[in-house]
T-cell receptor, first 112, second 112 residues
Framework: EDKVVQSPLSLVVHEGDTVTLNCSYE??????LLWYKQEKKAPTFLFML????IEKKSGRLSSILDKKELFSILNITATQTGDSAVYLC????????????FGKGTKLSVKP | DSGVTQTPKHLITATGQRVTLRCSPR?????VYWYQQSLDQGLQFLIQ???????AKGNILERFSAQQFPDLHSELNLSSLELGDSALYFC?????FGYGYTFGSGTRLTVV
C-alpha cells in the first residue's frame, strides 16, 4: 500500500529553536515530494523536491530529499510564532499525471 | 488568492441531503484533485480529473461523484449525506506532472 508517514505528529518549541520535521514514504514509481504549510485554511506550497541530495532553501526553511532511503526532512531555523502550523508532506507517484498522497502532518506550535 | 476558486465557502445541510461543491482551477491547469480533510484523518485523496477525464480514484464513497466540465471547472457531488461527511473539502489544480499543486481555500461542509 502506498503511504506517506510524517513524524513527529506534534511538536512544541520556543521561539528561536530549530526544528526538523520528517517524512518517509513508500510508493510505486515516485515522481516528486512536496511540502506544504497549513494554517487555518488551504495548504500553501513550500517546496517541491525531485532530486536526491539537493537542498531547497527559502529563508529560514530548507528541505532535502533522500531517494535511496525514501525520506525527506524539513528544517526550520530560528523559529517564530508565525511558523506555528501543520506541515504536510505529499508525494507524487504513479501514472502519467501522477497521484498525490499526503501524510497526516506535523503540528508545530512555537511558543514565545 | 491562489487562483483556485472553490464555492461555497461554508455549507450546512441536513442528513440525507445532497450538495454540490464547485471548483475552478487556476488558469491553464488541466488537472483537478479533490481532497477531504476531517479532524483526525488528514487530507484524504478522493478523485482526480485531467482535461475532463477521470484519472485516479482514492477513498471516494459511492455516494460521492465528481466530474470535470469542458471549461475545466469541476464539481463534487455528495449525496445521502451523513454526519460523518462533515469535513473540509479541498480542490487543488496542477498544470501536470512536474508542476506544483495549488489548493483552493476549501469548502467547509457541516451535516446536521
Amino acid at each position: 500500500e502506498d503511504k506517506v508517514v510524517q513524524s513527529p505528529l506534534s511538536l512544541v518549541v520556543h521561539e528561536g529553536d530549530t526544528v526538523t520535521l520528517n517524512c518517509s514514504y513508500e510508493v510505486t514509481n515516485f515522481r516528486s515530494l512536496l511540502w506544504y504549510k497549513q494554517e487555518k485554511k488551504a495548504p500553501t506550497f513550500l517546496f517541491m523536491l525531485t532530486s536526491s541530495g539537493i537542498e531547497k532553501k527559502s529563508g529560514r526553511l530548507s528541505s532535502i530529499l533522500d531517494k535511496k532511503e525514501l525520506f525527506s526532512i524539513l528544517n526550520i531555523t530560528a523559529t517564530q510564532t508565525g511558523d506555528s502550523a501543520v506541515y504536510l508532506c505529499a508525494v507524487v507517484y504513479g501514472g502519467s499525471q501522477g497521484n498525490l498522497i499526503f501524510g497526516k502532518g506535523t503540528k508545530l506550535s512555537v511558543k514565545p | 488568492d491562489s487562483g483556485v476558486t472553490q464555492t461555497p465557502k461554508h455549507l450546512i445541510t441536513a442528513t440525507g441531503q445532497r450538495v454540490t461543491l464547485r471548483c475552478s482551477p487556476r488558469s491553464g491547469d488541466l488537472s483537478v484533485y479533490w481532497y477531504q480533510q476531517s479532524l483526525d484523518q488528514g487530507l484524504q485523496f478522493l478523485i482526480q480529473y485531467y482535461n475532463g477525464e477521470e484519472r485516479a480514484k482514492g477513498n471516494i464513497l459511492e455516494r460521492f461523484s465528481a466530474q470535470q466540465f469542458p471549461d475545466l471547472h469541476s464539481e463534487l457531488n455528495l449525496s445521502s449525506l451523513e454526519l460523518g461527511d462533515s469535513a473540509l473539502y479541498f480542490c487543488a489544480s496542477s498544470a501536470g506532472f512536474g508542476y506544483g499543486y495549488t489548493f483552493g481555500s476549501g469548502t467547509r461542509l457541516t451535516v446536521v
